[in-house]
């Protein structure tokens, strides 16, 4: 009988109960003997300068204040961003530090009271004063001229392959054209938040944070003390979509206020901070060059890229990642600049670079099959490539042509109308779009320690985070089908500082990275096993291929053995082992992506330009699928913030001040339900061995990267109208529409 448990079963989440009922336990909830002292964030109100005059004294004497921490008082720290060599998420992240403002809202000072009302009232005390920077930048463009370092995720800022100009020039249908997207906000459901503690030698910090080996070592950098001396914790986040990969605001702020005062101390950011005080997504301006015979064939592909940078923070997103990798070409040009601004940290952002680099490349992609004069679907067909185009690699498994075929029967594609604007009912105007999608495919180094206890438990650690995503299920699912246990047998132990080193959440990366070095934990815990057995002679000396672990039993030749049968013979209360995974040569000698096709179908008020998505249907190539129930809520929510990158969402910066104006969730628009359609998921399951020792790959930002460009593409089939700057509002499209 299948292991219901088993990799590849739809197992409900087995942190599910905790959740519902709330006894997980998220950052800001965690208890203690004395309730923690609450810190609010004071705002510096320009975007750049210092602070000429900082007055305090009311806000001190205000009723239930603890203290008023500032750069006068706040305990001694490293400068911000240093060492520069160290990368950006073990630098020190300084706040209070000297006079100087590095953002609009950046934290002037830290109000610490007995509630939050008594701080955040006593903040509003506090009287400041500036001496702006009349230079400050608060904006980038095509003028940024910056060649990052390198981009996330390692890539290299430029990539040149054959002659760009000449193939372009000599091109029969060329396309040059320029696309926008606007500031964005990653809008996790939980605010960032800390508690910080210190007892006079150890600091312990419960926040929420992807990645928590570096965060250890950007505390102890920040705040100079030892890192053996700093734990961190995050067993459950509430959402994080990049911007909490790292350390934040509000942590190093907690922290302060735990060591200047010695008591817990809690800060968690209003909605209104987020949007200042955790990073966004900046700008960006893609021009995108596409040259092509006449039959359709792709010669040329050139991808600019323009994005702000925060000033003194090392970020650049590698929006020309698809145009690197999706389709066969002869020529390619690649580019990326940034300009640092006076702005608030830009960081990673749902699926960074491949989201919004797909939403452009993918449209362009479009416009290009429409000037040669072929079907879309057909156009992308067309220019499949046998080799990474970029790299000129193999790749490890490549499956995108399956993938849109499929799509397309599924979809019903072949019933679309070719000439856009063609279709309407009553008064709506009726759209099909399609889009590729490809995600880069990452392995990450990790460790596990697993202990099998003699009462047939086995408990497993490691310092990896659950952002939602289900890690503590895939991770149950791996130790239940490789030691032959129930799921309730296995206990998953995440989020702790002082538990093995693993991957952390991001990039698409946990679970396959985690679940690899748990797997390999799980094998030699069955090494371990068979070994106990003939040491104490309850088997031969059969071959350990031949060993079967069943329902707590090792089967081998005529005996059947239960763990706790073994472990009680040798005397050991438990076993303990290791495993770990990190990337070899299947990862240095192969390209390595997800796949995807995304279909969608969208109605247009050819009345008001309102755009109402119909249905969209996405079918998807990840290799073994650990579990299909997370795979698809993954899938899901990528396409739902897909559309939201076409439609909805925009950071409106008022340029002066460098300032968010929409810092809620009441005017930052983020679909809800009335705005999602019928979503239709289906997945390709084939098992890639190159990919990691489970065959799996990344999922969680696969389907971001497409779905917006699918969405775009049908409201230009269904009107006619090519809206180049996102989000796609009515008013851009009203004064085109037909009558």
Known sequence: MTNPAAIGQPLDRVDGPLKVTGRATYAAEHAFDQPPLIGWMVEATIPA?????????????????????????????????????????????????????????????LVIADTLA????????????????????TTAGEEADEVPGELDGGMEPDLFKGDFEHA???AEVTLDVTYTTPNQAAAAMEPHATIADFDGDQLVVYMSVQLIGPSVKALANTLKIDPDKVRVLSPYIGGGF???????????????????????????????????????????????????????????????????????????????ASARTTYRTDAIKSTHRVKSTDMPLADSCRAPGHAIGSLAFESAIDEMAYQCGQD?????LGNMPDRDPGTGQPFASHDLA???????????????????????????????????????????????????????????????????????????????????????????ELG?????????????????????????????????????????????????????????????????????EVLNKSGAAYLETDGEVEPGDDHDNYSQHSYGAQFAEVHVDRDTGEVRVQRLLGVFSAGRILNPKTARSQLLG???WGLSYALLEELMLDERYGAFMNRDLAEYHLPVNRDMPTIDIHFREHPDPRSNPLGSKGIGELSICGAGAAVANAVYHATGVRVRDFPITLDKILRHLPE
């Open 118 to 137: 008594n701080a955040r009232h006593a903040g509003a005390l506090i009287e400041i004063s500036y001496e702006p920077d009349e230079e400050a930048v």
């Open 638 to 640: 990528g396409m739902v």
């Open 376 to 380: 879309p679907l057909a156009f992308r």
């Open 242 to 320: 990049g911007s909490k990969l790292g350390v934040h605001n509000e942590a190093i702020l907690a922290c302060l206020g735990a060591l200047h005062l010695g008591r817990p101390v809690k800060v968690v950011q209003h909605r209104r901070h987020v949007f200042h005080n955790a990073p966004h997504r900046g700008n960006s301006v893609q021009r995108i060059q596409l040259g092509a015979s006449r039959d359709g064939k792709l010669q040329a592909i050139g991808h600019e890229s323009f994005m702000p940078m925060a000033r003194g923070y090392e970020f650049a997103e590698p929006t020309g």
């Open 402 to 492: 399956e993938c849109l075929r499929e799509g397309a029967e599924k979809f019903g594609w072949p019933s679309r109308e070719p000439q856009p604007g063609s279709r309407s009912q009553g008064r709506q105007l009726i759209g099909y779009g399609v889009a590729s999608t490809i995600r880069l495919n990452i392995l990450v180094p990790s460790k596990t320690r697993i202990r099998l206890s003699a009462d047939g438990t086995l408990t497993a650690w490691a310092d990896m985070t659950d952002i939602g995503t289900g890690t503590y299920t895939i991770l149950t699912q791996i130790a239940a089908e490789t030691m032959g246990l129930s799921a309730d047998r296995i206990k998953i």
């Open 49 to 109: 300068g210092r602070i000429k005059r900082l007055d305090t004294g009311a806000a001190e004497a205000s009723p239930g204040v603890a203290a008023v921490l500032t750069h006068h008082n706040a305990p001694a720290q490293t400068p911000f961003g240093e060492p520069d060599d160290k990368g950006r998420f073990t630098q020190s992240r300084a706040m209070l530090f000297d006079e100087h403002i590095r953002y609009h809202g950046f934290p002037v000072a």
């Open 496 to 564: 702790d500082s002082r538990y093995p080193s693993s991957s952390g959440s991001g990039g698409s990366f946990g679970a396959a990275s985690s679940g690899s070095a748990l797997l390999n934990a799980c094998e030699n815990m069955r090494t371990r096993l068979l070994e106990s057995a003939r040491e104490q002679g309850l088997i031969g000396d059969e071959p350990a291929d031949d060993a079967r672990f069943e329902n707590g039993q090792l089967i081998l030749g005529d005996k059947t053995l239960s763990f706790t």
């Open 168 to 170: 372009y020039d000599d």
